[in-house]
């Protein structure tokens, strides 16, 4: 199985994405890992864009098209995909059919982790994390019971995120929408688009994609 993976940062896609790898032995292809790992791998591929990059330029649609190609290819018929971050453009989308169809794959479903987008910002916005193990907690959702002390370390120093701000989330939040605008209507076309709720509780998000891809 095949599928394109939506949501705005934030959705809960990387959560997603993630459980889809454990519970189906799927592969989770993001664009921006496989450029890392072919350039650090030293791959044809790799070495080229490794070039472009260092050029300080954007690598072309047909790079990044052989990149796939070859995570494909290495990954064996039976082992199925999940597409994080391309395609964004309608001309991608019908590079993508080429490259699917010439291995004999197709695409199954596209599934858009819907969101509420002030709902997102205070999702997002509220997040902090213990400054010593990691340990994540929310203004509103997730305090501490002691205030000030991390449950799990005892540590007394928090931080955030930089960009979790309000201005960065709604900008992410637009770039989201422009790229993702172009390639809806086509996979809506064909019937293979299904909205989820990205604000509903972890588990029912896995449950409701569950759903879809049994279907």
Same mark, same amino acid.
Do not use: W
């Given at each position: ?10 959705? @809960? ?18 664009? @921006? ?12 591929? #790799? ?32 082992? @199925? ?7 964004? =453009? ?34 997002? =916005? @509220? ?21 000030? =002390? ?40 064909? #019937? ?24």
């Amino acid at each position: 199985m095949n599928i394109i993976l939506l949501g705005p940062p934030g959705a @809960g896609k990387g959560t997603q994405a993630q459980r889809l790898v454990e519970r189906h032995g799927m592969r989770q292809l993001s664009t @921006g890992d496989m450029l890392r790992a072919a350039v650090k791998a030293g791959t044809p591929t #790799g070495l080229e864009a490794k070039a472009v990059m260092e050029r300080g330029e954007l690598v072309s649609d047909a790079l990044v098209s052989a990149l796939i190609g070859d995570e494909l290819d290495a990954m064996g018929e039976q082992t @199925g995909a999940i597409f994080d971050g391309y395609p964004r =453009t309608a001309a991608q989308a019908e590079t993508l059919d080429g490259i699917l169809n010439a291995r004999g794959r197709k695409l199954d479903h596209v599934i858009e982790l819907s969101v509420d987008e002030e709902a997102l910002v205070e999702r997002i =916005t @509220g997040r902090f994390t213990c400054a010593s193990c990691g340990k994540g907690y929310h203004d509103t959702f997730e305090q501490p019971k002691v205030p000030g =002390t991390c449950d799990k370390c005892g540590g007394t120093e928090f931080k955030r995120r930089p960009d979790d701000n309000a201005e960065t989330v709604r900008t992410r939040l637009a770039e989201y929408r422009a790229k993702t605008a172009p390639i809806l209507p086509i996979y809506e076309a064909r #019937g293979i688009v299904s909205k989820v709720d990205g604000m509903s509780p972890m588990d029912e998000v896995t449950a409701a994609i569950e759903t879809i891809l049994k279907a």
